[in-house]
């Protein structure tokens, strides 16, 4: 089992930004892929960003990569995702996810999810 803790959501106007973050416990950290999702009520959960193990190799979606960087500290078994120049459309539940593979783009990919954190960005 591990336990993935967000924390960092909150409500911001447009424009502004955010840091996200995630404590994960329970397993080796550094075997795992990271990443972050996010959910609007009554959709599917939509992929934002990954993380490989070591921390070199990072993908993001087209509708945030230019504006959103993922990182981890494998040190304190964190992973953050900055978010910059937030718009409307980023509002959700942002979700912190481990895979003991490869990550991948899909929800089905990993393994592990954390409880979530509110995102509200106003227009």
């Known amino acids: 089992q591990m336990t993935l803790v967000e924390s960092g959501g909150g409500l911001v106007q447009a424009g502004g930004s955010l840091r996200l973050s995630c404590a994960a416990s329970g397993r080796t950290f550094t075997d795992y892929a990271m990443g972050w999702f996010r959910q609007v009520p009554g959709k599917e959960r939509e992929f934002v960003s990954a993380?490989?193990?070591?921390?070199?190799?990072?993908y993001s979606a087209d509708s945030v990569k230019a504006r959103f960087t993922i990182s981890r500290d494998n040190a304190k078994n964190t992973v953050e995702l900055q978010m910059n120049n937030l718009k409307p459309e980023d509002t959700a539940v942002y979700y912190c996810?481990?895979?003991?593979?490869?990550?991948?783009?899909?929800?089905?990919?990993?393994?592990?999810w954390g409880q979530g954190t509110q995102v509200i960005v106003s227009a």
């Open positions: 996810v481990a895979d003991r593979g490869y990550g991948g783009t899909a929800s089905k990919d990993y393994e592990f």
């Open positions: 993380i490989a193990w070591g921390g070199t190799r990072s």
